[in-house]
T-cell receptor
């Protein structure tokens, strides 16, 4: 089954404790990206990757890191999480930005 | 920079009413793509439609229809004869030459039985 998986689905952590949210797709898509969803703000793009080893900042990259060492994986790293990073996070992939995005199920992160 | 505006935060209708969701976009690109996604209460994001900037043809899919007008930079979405299952948050999105995808803030549609 074609899908985008994210782990964990729910995470509660404390300020400053490094964490990684994994994202994997099995559709051989070149384009992958991360979004955060906050009430009243819609989805905002954090980082995107056009291919292996090619990543770039989206609209809200501060406090986040990503890597794309393999085509299928695109982890999101919060080196020192803060409460303002409490949000719902979505990973997505597509063949290109001109086509529909396939979204993962979301990861709800709470930073206390 | 590109921008998507969904001015309607919430819309509440009674079943069988029609509802139109507005989407206005800003971009300097000549080639761009517009999308609508649905997020039901379960939380997943579901793709509804894609339109490129050179195709202004309106589209109808069952009870859903889309009106794309470049002259007014709008890509509006109409649900005809709404049903309770249409209750969701609907997002309009835009991608252009900068490889970014920009979403509007979303419109929450509540359909009451």
């Amino acid at each position: 089954e074609a899908q985008v998986t994210q782990n964990p689905r729910y995470l509660i952590t404390v300020t400053g404790k490094k964490l990684t949210v994994t994202c994997s797709q099995n559709m051989n898509h070149e384009y992958m990206s991360w979004y955060r969803q906050d009430p009243g703000l819609g989805l905002r793009q954090i980082y995107y990757s056009m291919n292996v080893e090619v990543t770039d900042k989206g609209d809200v990259p501060e406090g986040y890191k990503v890597s794309r060492k393999e085509k299928r994986n695109f982890p999101l790293i919060l080196e020192s999480p803060s409460p303002n990073q409490t949000s719902l996070y979505f990973c997505a992939s597509s063949l290109s930005l001109a086509l529909e995005q396939y979204f993962g199920p979301g990861t709800r992160l709470t930073v206390t | 920079a590109q921008k998507v505006t969904q001015a309607q935060t919430e819309i509440s209708v009674v079943e069988k009413e029609d509802v139109t969701l507005d989407c206005v976009y800003e971009t300097r690109d000549t080639t761009y793509y517009l999308f609508w996604y649905k997020q039901p209460p379960s939380g997943e994001l579901v793709f509804l439609i894609r339109r490129n900037s050179f195709d202004e043809q309106n589209e109808i899919s069952g009870r859903y229809s889309w009106n794309f007008q470049k002259s007014t930079s709008s890509f509006n979405f109409t649900i005809t004869a709404s049903q309770v299952v249409d209750s969701a948050v609907y997002f309009c999105a835009l991608s252009g030459d900068d490889y970014k995808l920009s979403f509007g803030a979303g419109t929450t549609v509540t359909v009451r039985a």
